[in-house]
């Protein structure tokens, strides 16, 4: 499960699953922002949930023992860093096809970086 929480703390998006919930109307949500929660989805289906919520709660509390604060363990999750790199490649492959027309990441995309 997860909570992507940017900067002004407005937008979310929460997946389990199959399912992804957003915190906006389905129109507001960026194309690379669903490609973070859609591999989520597929990480899910991959590992199972046991192994998924397992490994995910596991390796952001071994971040926190380790001394991150809570952004860097999240971020470290070895499932978030998968689901940002989807997320890039997706942005990267509109900016080569839409060009400068796209907004940045940091506007709309619920990611927080
Ligand atoms: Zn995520």
């Not at 937008?11 to 194309?31: D, K, R």
Request: proline share 4%.
């Amino acid at each position: 499960m997860r909570l992507v929480t940017p900067r002004g703390v407005t937008e979310w998006a929460l997946t389990l699953g199959q399912h992804t919930w957003y915190s906006v109307p389905q129109t507001e949500v960026m194309p690379w922002w669903r490609a973070h929660e859609d591999c989520h989805k597929q990480q899910f289906a991959r590992d199972g949930w046991l192994r998924f919520c397992a490994r995910y709660l596991w390796e952001y509390l071994a971040g926190r023992r380790a001394g991150l604060t809570h952004a860097q363990a999240y971020l470290n999750i070895s499932y978030e860093r998968e689901a940002q790199a989807a997320a890039d490649a997706c942005y990267a492959w509109l900016h080569r096809n839409l060009g400068r027309a796209l907004p940045t990441m940091a506007q709309g995309s619920g990611l927080e970086h």
